[in-house]
């Protein structure tokens, strides 16, 4: 999953979570930005690559 409030997704206890630091209600980035939407959905895949086991946040980051 990806969010922008790591508080909230806690108590979910999803196995795989990216938390992206971005406006609330874009945890995508701004409309339009192809870019750096595909950044975040790529590096949210990635995630997949991971053994489910505890759960898993990561904090996207530019570079990611």
Same mark, same amino acid.
């Given at each position: 999953?990806?969010?922008? +409030?790591?508080?909230?997704?806690? *108590?979910?206890?999803? *196995?795989? #979570?990216? #938390?992206v630091?971005?406006?609330?209600?874009f *945890?995508?980035?701004? *409309?339009?930005?192809?870019?750096?939407?595909?950044?975040? +959905?790529?590096?949210?895949? &990635?995630?997949?690559?991971?053994? +489910?086991? &505890?759960?898993?946040?990561?904090?996207?980051? &530019? &570079?990611?």
């Amino acid at each position: 999953g990806v969010t922008g +409030v790591q508080t909230c997704a806690l *108590p979910i206890c999803p *196995p795989r #979570v990216m #938390v992206v630091d971005r406006p609330l209600g874009f *945890p995508l980035g701004a *409309p339009h930005d192809i870019d750096l939407q595909k950044r975040i +959905v790529m590096a949210a895949l &990635e995630l997949l690559a991971h053994p +489910v086991g &505890e759960p898993l946040l990561v904090d996207f980051t &530019e &570079e990611a």
